[in-house]
């Protein structure tokens, strides 16, 4: 499994739009063959970050990229952040997606 994390600093007076500008590059990465999942969340300490969680299987990350609903993205995104984004990328995780952790489960 591929498992990546990006982190995009908006710029303040485009990130109320950002989630909504993102909703179609966000299903069509979805709906992709081998992509496990894509998840966005908001930054509770920084209001213009968001993070973008993100696992595909090994052989899939060249379709992700070539893709182009990727292209646009990667077309229109830089009129929207303020710094360039910071990422992990990580190829060979084991697994084929999230598993529950044993220290924590819900009482009753």
């Not at 485009?14 to 992709?32: C, H, I, M, N, Y």
């Not at 993205?73 to 997606?97: K, L, R």
Request: glycine letters at 8%; zero cysteines; hydrophobic letters at 40%.
């Amino acid at each position: 499994m591929i498992f990546i994390v990006v982190k995009f600093t908006i710029r303040p007076e485009l990130s109320g739009e950002w989630l909504d500008k993102v909703a179609g590059f966000t299903e069509a990465t979805r709906a992709e063959p081998g992509n496990i999942f894509f998840e966005w969340s908001r930054s509770v300490t920084d209001p213009h970050q968001f993070i973008v969680v993100e696992a595909f299987q090994d052989d899939a990350a060249e379709a992700h990229v070539t893709s182009d609903h990727f292209t646009e993205f990667v077309g229109w995104a830089p009129d929207y952040v303020a710094t360039t984004p910071d990422i992990i990328s990580v190829q060979g995780v084991p697994g084929d997606g999230w598993s529950k952790m044993g220290e924590i489960s819900p009482r009753g």
